[in-house]
């Protein structure tokens, strides 16, 4: 149809009030959108009703040194273990040497050795590098290479790198020093060499620039000595000149630009499981601890005098990124700072209370001096060294949050207590943040938020990871929370996995969190990067190698959302997806984790009491079948026994898959290794069940839990343990959607599945500066949804922008393919009311100007 006249029919319809169907215009390359399989929707919006204001704050990063996000990634340095610092503490392969080689040309020779005497360069800069230099002619060169982070350093031609060494000689005439960067193939120099004397006996910073004259991502930097004698080298550094903001000491650029582009409200550092796990004694020479929780006083003046320290993740940490430069980098990209401190209880696995009122003072002080640091005057001690390190101007710390997912609240609190107190003596306008554990429910849940509701807390910072289910399930979950309580942090979130329908999820949840940002008033994705050669956890929201770059599907909605928040909420309906509610049904199974265990005498009964399943074990284990082809499974004295304590999950399965309203008794003892044992009913496959996991992680609780896709969720828990040798007699009955659980014959707990997991969701906006309404519509649904859109009066622009994500459930973005990223188009057709078809599996955001 020539657009003429379908403009005009537009107009005509507006007049007699009809109801239009809006088209994307042909030439924007909007998606194309489905003819069949649509499902009818209905979006009504109230602007002349009042929401919830959206704080300018409300979405923002959490950035933790997790997946190598640090050293050998937003941190730009490109030598690694520039310092020799590296430890088996910090990963049972390092050594002092790791990525260091020792090399010779023109016939030298020589040793080269760390050593960690008092020829050191300070106190916290502990070992360096001893070079014995054997002599030779002119040409002569005896020194040693580093070969950067995972596949080499990545130098582009035409760019300058900044180089610099701390370096003494016992030479009187000096020690002439060749540097020079190279391929990982030795055979292609990559810039011209750089050339220096080291003088004198007492240590002297040598700095210089290299310039690329080739490209690679395999590079190495080879520091090589003449002459003879011993020449000693620490903190050895290549810096690419071009950072971000072309700091020194500054982010790699690419990754810092990507980060940026979000537009965060709030950058919470460090972590994170690195805050509260560790020792909390402080550094101490020679004998500190080597993992010890981060504290901030580590990690600032002159980054050759900071301390190091072992990762959490199982790597070493530079303190190369300190709090001077988080700080720094919140201000670059314009959020709110948001540190955390720890709280002298550990969390993270290792679930530890410190009880020593001495060091709880020097941390509370530590915290006090913190905030003198960001906001202090550069008369205060520590305004002062702020000042010193290049930033006069105060910081203006707003939020401090005390502490990291502890598991024992109450320890936690009593602690988090007398933190609170001082700061908002000293500081009251300070926001200090409490937390409510690692899970989204639960007794520590329970407990950690009666203690933060009791007390008045003015924010709880609530961490999950969970499966694309819950997270449809879940988008009203903060519809009930008390508008009077504590605000919510929304820390730590996210679907477990990077394909587009877990983003899918995410985005339907986050209509949500905005529909309740009178209670939400924070909320970060995590984590936020990942080195795709160093991975420790996934999903991630922006990924890496040591030359470029790209964002998951999941940094496209969060940039989306984060790009387009508005100003306030109108509020909206929508109508509900046609989601008939089954039974639970499915096979049965047993399995263990790590962990050996025997079962006898299962029996499944129906509900009429026919029997359709017992096994005693007399005979063989010809009634079940290897659901995953592992552990070692086998009958023994007349029990079925799973003895490989290091299998996780080997699970067995046995009867039918249409099984329904069953009871499922079993006798369970676990034998021997770290948790309790697994039995699983509602069995589908092995990535769809329900199983009731007595003992689990690491036999601290116990809870039911339900697989979708292979992401899990938690539906009932309570904190049973399992001992050694003892049997259990375990009893699940299975009734429509509704299960009980009995452990020797007591009702041990219970719940009813029946949230509808909504696929179509969505929320309104206002942008005030733009006088625009924002509709974002998420349909994480493999049918389109043609839907009538109501706006309520509102005289609105026939042309609106449109933004779309769209892509396969299944579809991952990677270095070299980017599936799912935005599509921009004007929408035509838009009237007060008008009919949009959504496709299917897509976020879309409409941004419609408003005439008022």
């Known amino acids: 149809m020539p657009r003429t006249r379908r403009r005009l029919g537009l107009t005509i319809g507006a007049l007699l009030a009809a109801t239009v169907t809006a088209v994307p215009t042909a030439a924007t390359g909007a998606p194309a959108h489905p003819a069949a399989d649509t499902t009818d929707y209905t979006l009504s919006v109230d602007p002349a009703a009042k929401g919830p204001a959206i704080d300018d704050s409300m979405y923002g990063v959490f950035y933790e040194d997790i997946n190598r996000a640090a050293d050998g990634g937003l941190y730009a340095e490109l030598v690694q273990n520039r310092s020799f610092e590296y430890d088996p503490a910090d990963h049972a392969s390092y050594r002092p040497m790791t990525a260091w080689t020792e090399t010779a040309t023109g016939g030298a020779t020589g040793k080269a050795e760390v050593v960690d005497d008092d020829g050191r360069l300070n106190e916290r800069n502990r070992r360096y590098l001893r070079l014995s230099l054997d002599g030779g002619g002119s ?232 905030i003198e640091f960001a906001n202090g005057p550069v008369t205060s001690t520590w305004g002062k060294l702020r000042a010193k390190m290049g930033h006069p101007k105060p910081f203006g710390l707003t939020h401090l949050e005390v502490g990291n997912e502890e598991n024992l609240p109450d320890e936690f609190f009593a602690r988090f207590t007398e933190f609170r107190k001082a700061i908002e003596a000293e500081y009251p306008g300070i926001t200090v943040i409490s937390n409510a554990g690692p899970d989204d429910s639960g007794q520590t849940f329970d407990r950690a938020w009666a203690l933060n509701r009791a007390a008045g807390v003015d924010m709880v910072d609530e961490h999950y990871y969970n499966s694309p289910q819950w997270f449809l399930e879940n988008n009203q979950r903060y519809d009930s929370y008390d508008r009077s309580g504590p605000k919510v942090f929304l820390g730590e979130y996210a679907s477990q996995d990077n394909k587009w329908y877990n983003s899918l999820t995410e985005a339907a949840y986050m209509t949500g969190l905005e529909r309740n940002a009178d209670v939400v008033k924070l909320a970060s994705y995590a984590p936020l990067l990942a080195n795709e050669n160093a991975v420790q956890w996934r999903p991630d929201m922006i990924w890496f190698d040591n030359s470029s770059s790209w964002g998951s599907t999941s940094y496209e909605t969060q940039k989306l959302f984060m790009n387009n928040v508005g100003d306030e909420v109108v509020p909206s309906k929508a109508s509900a997806t046609p989601a008939p509610s089954e039974p639970i049904s499915g096979a049965v199974g047993l399995s263990t984790w790590a962990t050996s265990a025997a079962y006898d005498d299962v029996k499944v009964t129906a509900a009429d009491g026919s029997t359709l399943l017992s096994d005693d074990f007399s005979g063989d284990d010809g009634q079940w079948a290897k659901a995953t082809g592992t552990g070692s499974w086998t009958v023994r004295d007349g029990a079925y026994v799973q003895s490989d304590t290091a299998a996780e999950n080997p699970m067995v399965t046995a009867g039918d898959k249409t099984w329904r309203d069953y009871d499922l008794r079993v006798k369970a003892t676990k034998r021997s290794g770290k948790e309790g044992f697994l039995i699983a009913f509602g069995v589908k496959d092995t990535g769809n069940y329900y199983w009731w996991n007595l003992g689990g992680w690491g036999n601290t609780r116990s809870a039911v839990e339900k697989a979708v896709g292979g992401a899990k969720q938690t539906m009932v828990e309570d904190g049973t343990k399992i001992e050694t040798g003892r049997a259990y007699d375990a009893r699940v009955e299975v009734r429509g959607r509704q299960v009980t659980l009995y452990l020797d014959g007591k009702k041990w707990g219970g719940f009813t599945d029946d949230k509808v997991a909504e696929p179509f969701r969505q929320v309104v906006t206002r942008d005030k500066a733009t006088g625009e309404l924002i509709v974002k519509v998420v349909n994480a649904q493999s049918t389109a949804a043609r839907t009538r859109i109501d706006l309520g009066g509102e005289k609105v622009a026939r042309t609106a922008r449109l933004t779309t994500l769209q892509g396969a459930p299944d579809a991952v973005n990677t270095a070299s393919e980017q599936p799912v990223t935005p599509v921009r188009s004007k929408l035509d057709g838009v009237a007060n009311t008008f009919t949009y078809t959504f496709p299917a599996d897509s976020v879309t955001f409409m941004r419609i100007k408003t005439k008022r």
């Open 139 to 370: 040409a002569a060169r005896y020194g040693v290479t580093n070969s950067g982070y995972t596949t080499g350093m990545a130098v582009k031609a035409g760019e300058t790198y900044d180089f610099s060494v701390w370096a003494r000689t016992d030479q009187a005439s000096g020690t002439p020093l060749t540097i020079g960067l190279g391929d990982g193939s030795g055979s292609a120099t990559l810039a011209r060499p750089l050339r220096t004397t080291v003088r004198g006996d007492r240590w002297a910073k040598y700095t210089g620039t290299l310039t690329a004259t080739a490209s690679s991502t395999a590079g190495r930097l080879t520091v090589a000595a003449g002459g003879g004698g011993t020449l000693r080298l620490d903190m050895v550094s290549l810096f690419p000149r071009d950072t971000y903001k072309h700091r020194p000491n500054g982010m790699r650029k690419d990754l810092a630009q990507k980060i940026a582009a979000l537009k965060p409200g709030f950058l919470r550092f460090p972590g994170g499981c690195l805050v509260n796990t560790g020792s909390h004694e402080a550094y101490e020479a020679p004998n500190w601890p080597r993992k010890r929780s981060y504290q901030w006083k580590d990690t600032v003046g002159p980054v050759e005098q900071r301390a190091v320290n072992a990762n959490f993740w199982g790597y070493n940490q530079s303190y190369g990124i300190g709090y001077y430069e988080y700080f720094q980098f919140a201000e670059d990209i314009g959020a709110m700072a948001l540190p955390v401190v720890p709280a002298l209880v550990t969390g993270c696995g290792q679930n530890k209370a410190t009880d020593d009122p001495a060091l709880l003072k020097r941390h509370i002080q530590d915290t006090l001096d913190l």
